[in-house]
């Protein structure tokens, strides 16, 4: 019941944007915490970026100064504004989110689908 839907991939040239978005639905009762992670062709799955409630998100130092990790607890939505993108940042993007469903008051961690990002030299 409960989904992740993220949007915001494309294609976009070295020095360009990019907002990626992660919307969480279904039976949510709060949200705990949020990561973004992205794998790249025949590399392993990093992490990117993460908040927990309560504290400053943490980024990995190779997109320090260049995205920011925001959410809306409002709307169950998570976002990671990427901006300077660089080739190197071309990846396939992950959300993971953490949460306390309603129907069972139990914890679950769930994966989005993914969205790519390719950014060009």
């Known amino acids: 019941q409960v989904q992740l839907v993220e949007s915001g991939g494309g294609l976009v040239q070295a020095g360009g944007s990019l907002r990626l978005s992660c919307a969480a639905s279904?039976?949510?009762?709060?949200?705990?915490?949020m990561g973004w992670y992205r794998q790249a062709p025949g590399k392993q799955r990093e992490l990117v970026a993460s908040?927990?409630?309560?504290?400053?998100?943490t980024y990995a130092d190779s997109v320090k100064g260049r995205f920011t990790m925001s959410r809306d607890n409002a709307k169950n939505t998570m976002f990671l504004q990427m901006n300077s993108l660089k080739p190197e940042d071309t990846a396939v993007y992950y959300c993971?989110?953490?949460?306390?469903?309603?129907?069972?008051?139990?914890?679950?961690?769930?994966w989005g689908q993914g969205t790519q990002v390719t950014v060009s030299s």
């Open positions: 993971k989110v953490s949460l306390t469903r309603l129907d069972d008051r139990g914890t679950y961690l769930y």
């Open positions: 908040i927990t409630a309560g504290v400053s998100p």
């Open positions: 279904g039976s949510i009762f709060s949200i705990n915490t």
